[in-house]
């Protein structure tokens, strides 16, 4: 479960084209599509390091989210559980190399999973 940074942050729009004018004009974020990830513009900030992307706003999902590195989804679920939280989504692939998953704290807050490797 190791690492603990918060690695990327989505945030829910309802019109993509004035989310992307808002934050890049407000923050300077460099905002783009990636190819593979058509759809979900992602953003960068001026550090090139902070990133997330846009989202577009779904019931259930109306509030930014953020995702945190762990060494192993599987097992940080799993004590998720023992320590009574929840799963909302278990382990699915992003790329070869990386997945996702999220689960809902005992307050009730949904909070993101990330594990990757450069390993090819």
């Known amino acids: 479960m190791a690492h603990g940074d918060i690695t990327h942050i989505d945030i829910p729009v309802s019109d993509m ?10 923050f300077g974020w460099h905002i783009a599509e990636l190819p593979g990830f058509e759809g979900y513009p992602m953003w960068q900030a001026p550090n090139e390091i902070s990133g997330g992307g846009l989202t577009p706003r779904s019931e259930g999902f109306t509030q930014p989210r953020s995702y945190v590195e762990v060494d ?13 939280g929840r799963v909302v989504m278990d382990r699915s692939p992003i790329s070869e190399t990386s997945w996702w998953a999220i689960f809902e704290d005992p307050d009730g807050n949904t909070v993101g999973l990330y594990e990757g490797t450069t390993d090819t």
């Not at 084209?17 to 407000?26: E, G, I, K, M, V």
């Open 17 to 26: 084209d004035r989310a992307q004018a808002f934050y890049s004009t407000l």
């Open 72 to 84: 192993s989804i599987e097992e940080t679920l799993r004590a998720v559980q023992d320590q009574g």
